[in-house]
């Protein structure tokens, strides 16, 4: 497969990982886990998640729609790779420092989300991080 396709790739999961986002305050429970919060901090909380997802389809719309330019070696593809490259390589790193195994270990859907998503973030990070790399020289 070629680069150009691996970011295509990369653009739908990310696409559908924002379009998620609408479900997380249902499958998450925050209504519940979140009542004991003042209003202020639980409106902070869920606009924060809806830009968020924004962001995210944002980003994955650019890399399905706009592939071939991310691929041209000029100066605005190298700086949108790069911070790419950097953002999905601190939510990867993120994965295994701020969420505690407890919140995972021992259940077998957290346990499998939480393979599924290290290797998504791994996979994001490495098509960007290998698209930077293409377009630098």
Request: proline share 1%; glycine share 6%.
């Amino acid at each position: 497969m070629t680069l150009y396709i691996h970011l295509q790739i990369v653009g739908t999961l990310l696409m559908l990982l924002g379009l998620s986002h609408i479900f997380f305050n249902r499958f998450f429970g925050w209504e519940q886990e979140l009542a004991a919060v003042s209003l202020l901090t639980r409106r902070v909380f869920f606009v924060h998640n809806f830009f968020i997802g924004l962001v995210v389809v944002l980003s994955g719309a650019a890399s399905f729609f706009c592939a071939n330019a991310l691929l041209r070696p000029d100066t605005l593809s190298r700086a949108i790779l790069a911070g790419m490259t950097t953002f999905w390589l601190c939510r990867l790193l993120a994965q295994f420092v701020a969420y505690d195994c407890a919140i995972w270990r021992g259940d077998r859907f957290r346990t499998f989300m939480h393979v599924a998503c290290s290797l998504l973030w791994c996979y994001v990070t490495a098509t960007y991080g290998i698209a930077f790399l293409t377009v630098r020289n």
